[in-house]
């Protein structure tokens, strides 16, 4: 079996990479900005995401492609490459898997095409979206083309992970060092509800939606716990042996920052320490339910936060990024 993967060079994308050599596929992925971690045993297209004669090319021969590649939320992109990416780039990927007669297509999508879940409920996959921010916005219309082309009789499947944690994140890790150095402070109540995922659950997820999810459904695949942003960080904490300060900053001054440091960090290109899009993790809640993938294709995930946040911690340490 082969199998083309992009954002193969990303976080999720080399741990799903890991557990395809793994099994015994062959593997072919798309390097963009970092290089593919398993270079010497996959084979690497550098090649644009938008180029459809260049990706069908490259598609040919592969059984499933699993698309990852995404601009994150909280990476300061303007809305324009949000949509370039997470939505034109999504298309030049099913029209290229089209033409090159691909079995099944794994879509990629986001817990942020909801918006915010309301407060008690938990989102089943027919949750209506809503989506928030510009990344969410793009996601969306991402989502939206996939379930065209499936409509249209392709092999699509699409899931949506939760927040994914592990091994070599470098998005969870930036709150992780924060805290590790003692220099967080809570912004909001962190009261949102959020559904944590290990990356190694999720990959198993991904492979098990790969070999029996059905054509055209969307899957939640979150982790085995719904817990609030204070939870999360205060678990994060304690794997640091650190303690929260008992300060926070208040919603509507967190928001006012957050909008006026995205201002004057947009002209230099760099991440501002605080954004409206890492401000969502604490006021836009996630919560969902794993029912429907759990039912249809047996997904379970073992790896409740205290143990996982661990591992990643361990991880972070044994490889001097703290």
């Known amino acids: 079996m082969r199998a083309f ?21 062959r593997v072919a992925a798309i390097s963009h900005r970092a290089p593919i971690l398993q270079a010497d045993r996959v084979e690497v297209a550098p090649i644009e995401m938008t180029d459809v004669s260049e990706l069908t090319a490259e598609m040919r021969g592969a059984e499933v492609v699993f698309h990852l590649a995404s601009a994150v939320g909280s990476s300061g992109a303007a809305r324009d490459d949000y949509f370039q990416t ?9 029209e290229a898997a089209r033409r090159a007669g691909v079995d099944r297509i794994i879509h990629f999508s986001s817990a942020g095409v909801l918006g915010a ?3 008690g409920e938990l989102a089943g996959e027919d949750y209506p979206a809503q989506p928030i921010l510009p990344y969410d916005h793009a996601k969306r219309a991402g989502e939206e083309a996939a379930r ?14 939760g927040w994914v944690y592990g091994p070599r994140d470098r998005r969870t890790f930036k709150l992780i ?18 559904s944590p995922v290990y990356v190694e659950d ?19 695949l979150g982790g085995p716990q719904i817990m609030t942003a204070r939870e999360i960080v ?18 509507l001054p967190a928001r006012l920052a957050a909008f006026l440091l ?53 991880w972070y340490r044994r490889n001097g990024w703290l």
């Open 86 to 94: 997470n939505a034109a780039g999504a298309e030049a990927v099913l």
């Open 117 to 119: 879940v309301r407060e």
């Open 148 to 161: 065209r082309y499936a409509a249209e009789g392709m092999n699509v499947v699409i899931v949506r992970p």
């Open 177 to 194: 060092r924060q805290i590790a150095r003692g220099r967080f402070v809570m912004a909001t109540k962190g009261a949102a509800r959020q």
């Open 5 to 25: 993967v992009t954002g193969g060079s990303g976080f999720i994308g080399s741990h799903l990479i890991d557990a395809l050599l793994e099994a015994g596929w």
């Open 234 to 251: 205060d678990e994060v904490a304690a794997a640091c042996g650190r303690a929260i300060p008992r300060f926070r900053i208040p919603a």
């Open 202 to 220: 999720l990959v198993k997820g991904v492979l098990q939606a790969a070999a029996r999810g059905a054509a055209g459904q969307v899957y939640h």
């Open 262 to 314: 995205e201002k004057a960090f947009f002209p230099l290109h760099r991440e501002p320490p605080l954004s409206r899009p890492k401000l969502s993790f604490f006021s836009h809640s996630k919560a969902l339910s794993i029912e429907k993938a759990r039912r249809e294709f047996g997904y379970s995930p073992q790896i409740e936060f205290r143990r996982g946040v661990r591992l990643a911690v361990d």
